[in-house]
């Protein structure tokens, strides 16, 4: 934000009255205004003094400058008003006196994002109360299409909750297709991901890469989140564009609970993704050895699949220097020393 760098530099193009709201000089500021200062003057990022002194938090200094003739709702280079600067500062009482002055609580910058995104991600829940309260509704944005992604990033489970009170979709998807609930998924937010389930959000909706919200807690060990889609009805054994499941991602992020989670619900431990890979292939190849034990001593079958290079099992924990696995391997007799590569 362009006053943050004045605070340290001053840019060649801020005004005196800029420079003194930004040293907190209130008499000064008083005085410029009084002199006929240009109220609506922009600096080299488009910054105007009202913008600045909702940055510093001067609801004196941005009363007077807005009851003396300043555009509550300029923008500077980043398509923000002084509205953003009040509430990315916490600053209620500016943030309030702009909303009274009219500033739009639906105003989006450059990145699409709006007021209301900033202050869910703050988990400010006054200023969404206020800003809904004022008609801020849910837009979508660049990186999380809109702010119930951020509750749920977060774990505010009050305010996810008083975003879904005011019409927001559990099942709203961003750019990736992915919905809230993938979010509560992969940052563990239990509490957050039960309250969308019982808001109706779907448990097997999936992403453009065919995921499911049980892939992201199996990538982040989230076991309690995993546990919680199984018990409301998550598919188990769905696969994604690449034909691997939620339990490929576990055992090759070397998340050990959530396999034995998904065994223990009914996982197949010898699917085969589209390159042939397995779960026991894919633990062996990130070096997990006690997931790789964990899968051949319930009964993983390395011969069912073949990959690409025509590579079983047994080869593959030779080539990884996986010696004692190969070695278990021909102790479980789950492997067939005959069996050749593609390369004999």
Same mark, same amino acid.
Request: with cysteine.
């Given at each position: 934000?362009? @006053? ?16 003194? *709201? ?14 006929g ?14 913008? @600045? ?23 500077? !280079?980043?398509?923000?008003?002084a ?20 500033? %739009? =609580?639906?105003?989006? %910058? ?7 995104? !900033? ?19 849910? =837009? ?11 509750? +749920? ?18 099942? *709203?998807?961003? /750019?990736y297709?992915q ?13 957050? +991901?039960r ?24 990538t ?5 989140? +995993? ?10 054994? &769905?696969?994604d ?7 490929f ?21 010898? +699917? @085969? ?18 997931? =790789? ?11 069912? @699949?073949?990959? !690409? ?10 080539? !990884?220097? /996986? ?10 007799? &789950? ?10």
């Amino acid at each position: 934000m362009s @006053c943050l760098r004045y605070w340290f530099r001053y840019s060649t193009n801020a005004t005196p009255l800029i420079k003194a *709201i930004l040293d907190g000089n209130n008499e000064l500021s008083r005085e410029l205004i009084t002199q006929g200062e240009d109220l609506n003057v922009t600096d080299n990022e488009g910054g105007t003094p009202l913008i @600045c002194a909702a940055f510093k938090g001067n609801k004196e200094i941005a009363e007077i400058l807005i009851d003396e003739g300043s555009e509550v709702n300029q923008r500077n !280079h980043k398509k923000q008003t002084a509205l953003f600067y009040s509430i990315a500062n916490n600053n209620e009482e500016v943030a309030r006196l702009l909303v009274l002055k009219g500033a %739009d =609580v639906n105003v989006s %910058d450059k990145h699409g994002q709006t007021p209301l995104f !900033h202050a869910a991600e703050n988990n400010n829940e006054e200023f969404l109360r206020m800003l809904i309260e004022k008609g801020a509704v849910n =837009v979508s944005d660049d990186i999380y299409g809109q702010t119930l992604f951020i509750a +749920a990033k977060n774990n505010n489970e009050e305010v996810a909750r008083l975003l879904i009170e005011k019409g927001a979709d559990v099942n *709203i998807s961003n /750019k990736y297709g992915q919905t809230p609930i993938f979010e509560a998924a992969k940052n563990s937010n239990e509490e957050v +991901a039960r309250m969308l389930i019982e808001k109706g959000a779907d448990v097997n909706v999936s992403d453009k890469d065919g995921q499911t919200p049980l892939f992201s807690a199996a990538t982040n060990n989230n076991e309690e989140v +995993a546990r919680l889609l199984i018990e409301k009805g998550a598919d188990i054994n &769905v696969s994604d564009k690449n034909g691997t499941t939620p339990l490929f991602s576990a055992a090759g992020n070397k998340n050990e609970e959530v396999a034995r989670l998904l065994i223990e619900k009914g996982a197949d431990i010898n +699917a @085969c993704s589209k390159s042939g890979e397995n779960p026991l292939s894919t633990a062996l190849k990130c070096g997990t050895e006690k997931m =790789v034990m964990t899968l051949m001593n319930i009964g993983a079958n390395n011969n069912v @699949c073949k990959n !690409h290079a025509g590579t079983k099992t047994f080869h593959i924990a030779l080539n !990884h220097g /996986k010696y004692e696995v190969a070695k278990k391997l021909l102790e479980l007799s &789950v492997t067939d020393m005959d069996i050749e590569d593609n390369n004999g």
